[in-house]
């Protein structure tokens, strides 16, 4: 079974902090996602990455980074936390083959 | 631009009615056509890939279907715990990315 975990279930921060959201991947997935979920908002695409240390923006990446040394590992960065980033955080990786993406269980941020 | 509408945005059953979920989409060349189950609070589940029209895929009480412009998701006697919301996503040929839809909220009552 392909297993995505995130660092965090729940996490608190004060405006201005740096966050930093991790997620393993034990699948050996070359696509790993980042996605933030809102009530209305449904999922939007923060930033992907195809392979280790390669990044593309999706389609709400402002206020956001990536990073990717490992190929299990892909970080999410939020450089100056504000509280319009209070959301849910989910985390997928997909293979090449059929890029079924599988989900992490989602970290829930709130900033204070 | 690819576009996912699902619908309706939310169904309420009676257990053991049967009923259809609607994915319709657009898109320049499918990949693949994926349906996920998410409960409140937790990740989406992957259900099915559906790849080319006239496929099914079915999986206890649900079954996939595609055509050339939607899919559905028929849910067949279903019980409580068939309560969650259903999204539906597409990726094209050229991409590897998926872009998903709003999703329709499922709750079945005893």
């Known amino acids: 079974d392909v297993k995505v975990t995130q660092s965090s279930r729940y996490l608190v921060k004060r405006t201005g902090e740096k966050v930093f959201l991790e997620c393993v991947q034990d699948?050996?997935?070359?696509?790993m996602f980042w996605y933030r979920q809102d009530p209305g908002l449904g999922l939007r695409l923060i930033y992907f990455?195809?392979?280790?240390?390669?990044?593309e923006k999706g389609d709400i990446p402002e206020g956001y980074s990536v990073s990717r040394e490992k190929k299990e590992r892909f970080s999410l960065i939020l450089e100056s936390a504000s509280t319009n980033q209070t959301s849910m955080y989910l985390c997928a990786s997909s293979s090449v083959q059929d890029y079924e993406q599988y989900f992490g269980p989602g970290t829930r941020l709130t900033v204070t | 631009e690819d576009q996912v509408t699902q619908s309706p945005e939310a169904l309420r059953l009676q257990e053991g009615e049967s009923s259809s979920l609607n994915c319709s989409y657009t898109?320049?060349?499918?990949?693949?056509l994926f349906w996920y189950r998410q409960d409140p609070g937790k990740g989406p589940e992957f259900l099915f890939t559906l790849y080319s029209a006239g496929e099914e895929k079915e999986k206890e009480r649900l079954k996939a279907t595609l055509t050339k412009k939607e899919s559905f998701l028929h849910i067949t006697a279903p019980k409580p715990e068939d309560s969650a919301t259903y999204l539906c996503a597409v990726i094209k040929a050229a991409g590897n990315k998926l872009t998903f839809g709003g999703g329709t909220r499922v709750l079945v009552k005893p």
């Open positions: 990455s195809y392979d280790v240390k390669m990044k």
């Open positions: 699948m050996d997935h070359e696509n």
């Open positions: 898109v320049s060349g499918l990949r693949g």
